[in-house]
């Protein structure tokens, strides 16, 4: 009985914490990382729009921080073809500009890009990593 308890326990616990960790965030903007990073202690110079276009996204801004650009882009995952395209992105952790790839971060329904120059990098990920 002891032994029953002890493995109900633990799966109970298991399943409590690992609904802690949400990547749920379809239902922010690319501008709501904004403020994010700014409670973090982040400056941010500008913001500005960028067309989601060139990576298949549905929008994007560039936010300048430690005077260098991160893009910042959104995909719509209640779209199976979005959903899809941030999956590979995930799984890949690059994109292709003109055959040339690029470093990314992903997390939930964004992609994030240009943090390997920046010398907020880590900061920046801890942001994006609580970007829910």
Do not use: W
């Not at 802690?20 to 903007?29: A, E, G, R």
């Not at 996204?57 to 941030?86: F, H, L, N, P």
């Amino acid at each position: 009985m002891r032994i029953l308890t002890a493995v109900l326990l633990l799966c109970s616990a298991t399943f409590f914490l690992s609904g802690c960790y949400s990547d749920n965030n379809n239902y922010l903007s690319p501008r709501d990382f904004v403020p994010r990073l700014e409670e973090q202690g982040i400056r941010v110079a500008s913001v500005r729009d960028l067309p989601g276009a060139p990576f298949k996204a549905t929008s994007g801004i560039a936010i300048m921080v430690a005077g260098s650009e991160i893009g910042v882009y959104k995909y719509d995952r209640t779209s199976k073809v979005q959903s899809e395209r941030i999956a590979k992105r995930k799984r890949t952790g690059r994109v292709y500009i003109n055959g040339i790839p690029y470093p990314v971060e992903v997390h939930g329904s964004f992609m994030f890009m240009g943090l390997e120059k920046n010398r907020k990098k880590h900061d920046i990920i801890k942001v994006i990593r609580n970007f829910n």
